[in-house]
């Protein structure tokens, strides 16, 4: 049980386009989504804490006019990255908290040409 | 704020011995939970072991147990009988006591190498 999953797994886009990212808990609910960005060999970075029904909150540092988050049912949060630039190329986890424990999607690659 | 230290930034073990990597951490708080975390090449995230505060035992699993110091503030993560597929990058990480909106606090990594 308790599985996370994250869609799409690799997404290559142009600089200056929109592109959104699905995190799925499949056989739980979950009032509490986390998004996480790393680089390589780097530890998770949190970006945001996403609640259902209401407002994100963003870690410090984090644009929330570019990083978009909707967590629009108790097993759907999206990660929206708008106006993308290459800096903004990295792999981004999501999580779902489920009792003390948090179970992680397996990540989305994404390219920014 | 409650902050994560690993201090090793990479280690090696051979095949069938046993490793010990590192964790200190730093809280006000008395009551918290710890994780150690296994991240493979594939960058899935999966638990490793848990181990609550409150509980002065020592937190097993299988060939993974943990040595918890609560007053020293360290959380110590030990594999025995290495594997070739324990080779992964292991976190260590930190939450408050309580509801699911707590965030989880990493360390910066150990990077585990098991030599054949």
């Known amino acids: 049980g308790a599985v996370v999953s994250q869609h799409p797994s690799w997404v290559i886009c142009k600089s200056g386009t929109s592109v959104k990212i699905e995190c799925r808990s499949l056989d739980f609910q979950a009032t509490t989504m986390f998004w996480y960005r790393q680089f390589p060999k780097q530890s998770l970075m949190l970006m945001a804490t996403?609640?259902?029904?209401?407002?994100?909150?963003?870690e410090q540092g984090v644009e929330k006019d570019k990083f978009l988050i909707n967590h629009a049912s108790l097993t759907l949060s999206t990660l929206t990255v708008t106006s993308a630039h290459p800096e903004d190329s990295s792999f981004y986890i999501c999580?779902?908290?489920?009792?003390?424990?948090?179970?992680f999607g397996p990540g989305t690659r994404l390219t920014v040409t | 704020a409650q902050t994560v230290t690993q201090s090793q930034p990479e280690m090696s073990v051979q095949e069938a011995e046993t490793v010990t990597l590192s964790c200190t951490y730093d809280t006000s708080e008395s009551d918290y939970y710890l994780f150690w975390y296994k991240q493979p090449p594939s960058r899935q995230m999966i638990l490793v072991i848990r181990?609550?505060?409150?509980?002065?035992q020592n937190a097993t699993e299988n060939r993974f147990s943990v040595n918890f110091q609560k007053a020293a503030k360290s959380f110590s993560l030990k594999i025995s009988d290495s594997q070739l597929g324990d080779a992964a990058m292991y976190f260590c990480a930190y939450r408050r006591f309580g509801g699911a909106t707590n965030k989880l606090i990493f360390g910066t990594g150990t990077l585990l190498a098991v030599q054949p």
């Open positions: 999580s779902a908290s489920l009792i003390y424990e948090q179970y």
């Open positions: 996403s609640n259902e029904g209401s407002k994100a909150t963003y």
């Open positions: 181990q609550e505060a409150y509980k002065q």
